[in-house]
């Protein structure tokens, strides 16, 4: 479980990390705003067990070609915004397709982390019992051979 933690960890500072390159060495485009959605998750048993996750859809012109993208963002933000708006974006030059809000009220990484940090003890889980289902069936096997 330890290398798990530690597995999810590094993919969350590589990505943060990549965020960060990117807002700082991306180049400045203008964008719009296409869409704006707002989806009820439901969370562990808390207060109410419901959270909003707030996603912006933009789409962006780079060198005469449209791009489009989509970022999950906080609330200030997309209270703030309308479908049509204008909105900064920063993008990677060497690969357009790589872009993201430029704002400090996207949400990085983290979200994508807590994904990962859910899926991955499933993934394990089941690897872990497909060997045990593997070697109870190679002794069952070995038992079950007629000896001379």
Do not use: C, W
């Amino acid at each position: 479980m330890f290398l798990a933690a530690a597995i999810i960890f590094s993919v969350h500072v590589y990505l943060k990390n990549a965020d960060e390159k990117l807002l700082n060495e991306g180049v400045a485009v203008r964008g719009v705003i296409t869409d704006k959605i707002t989806k009820m998750k439901t969370a562990n048993k808390g207060k109410d067990g419901y959270f909003y996750e707030h996603m912006l859809h933009y789409r962006f012109n780079y060198y005469f070609r449209e791009y489009t993208g989509s970022n999950i963002v906080n609330q200030r933000l997309a209270d703030k915004v309308n479908k049509g708006d204008t909105i900064l974006i920063a993008v990677d030059g060497d690969n357009p397709e790589r872009s993201r809000i430029k704002s400090s009220d996207v949400t990085t990484g983290f979200i994508f982390t807590l994904k990962l940090i859910s899926i991955v003890p499933l993934v394990l889980g089941i690897i872990s019992l497909v060997v045990t289902l593997i070697q109870k069936l190679r002794e069952k096997k070995k038992y079950l051979t007629i000896q001379p």
